[in-house]
């Protein structure tokens, strides 16, 4: 006998609990929240989907491929690390600056502080994190290797600020600075990367 269909749209209840967290982060979405927000009783979330901590997990998941996978796209994507994180930056900047949509990055603010008994959720997102920083040192060392940057390059450094001026992107647009200031600041980011100029002795 085939098992009954389900009545809602998992997909959809996905994106909608996406939006919850992204907007109030974990702690600040209760499982009544989750209720009234993808209209579907609690009984059926936990059948759908475990627990509140594994939606929240596949939500982030959904966010990764979708809104906040910019980064990793442009990093495989554009030729040179200068392009790459220039775009990143720039991506940030419109992404977590749309209107009717939540400000900053969802895995920045979802959960930076944690009760004790969600402690797995903080450390999830710091290891999300980590390896956003490991992309962009890995991209960096890669435009050593291919000459873009100078063989004494600290790509460990300069990726960790990338990584540092994504996160305050983030927080900025959190707080309502306007688009047009955050978009300011893309300019004197990449100065990181500016190649100094060689001196020609006559």
């Known amino acids: 006998m085939a098992g009954r269909p389900r009545e809602f749209d998992r997909d959809a209840a996905l994106a909608k609990a996406r939006d919850a967290f992204w907007s109030r982060g974990y702690e600040g979405v209760s499982m009544a929240d989750l209720v009234e927000t993808l209209g579907?009783?609690?009984a059926?979330?936990?059948?759908a989907f475990g627990s509140k901590e594994m939606l929240f997990r596949e939500a982030v998941g959904l966010y990764d491929q979708g809104d906040g996978g910019f980064a990793t796209r442009a990093l495989a994507e554009e030729p040179t690390?200068?392009?790459?994180?220039?775009?990143?930056l720039r991506e940030a900047v419109e992404i977590y600056t749309r209107k009717g949509r939540p400000h900053g990055c969802m895995v920045v603010s979802?959960?930076?502080n944690c009760a004790a008994e969600n402690e797995g959720i903080r450390e999830f997102l710091a290891d999300y994190r980590r390896r956003r920083?490991?992309?962009?040192?890995?991209?960096?060392?890669?435009?050593v290797t291919e000459g873009e940057l100078p063989a004494d390059t600290d790509t460990q450094a300069l990726g960790d600020y990338y990584a540092t001026v994504l996160h305050g992107l983030s927080v900025q647009a959190r707080d309502g600075?306007?688009?047009d200031r955050l978009e300011?600041?893309?300019p004197i980011a990449m100065l990181g990367l500016a190649r100094p100029k060689t001196t020609v002795v006559p």
Do not use: F
């Open 40 to 42: 579907i009783a609690s």
């Open 44 to 47: 059926r979330i936990y059948a």
């Open 81 to 88: 690390a200068a392009g790459a994180i220039e775009r990143s």
């Open 110 to 112: 979802a959960a930076t």
């Open 133 to 143: 920083t490991a992309s962009l040192v890995k991209r960096l060392e890669r435009a």
């Open 177 to 179: 600075v306007a688009k």
């Open 184 to 186: 300011a600041t893309v």
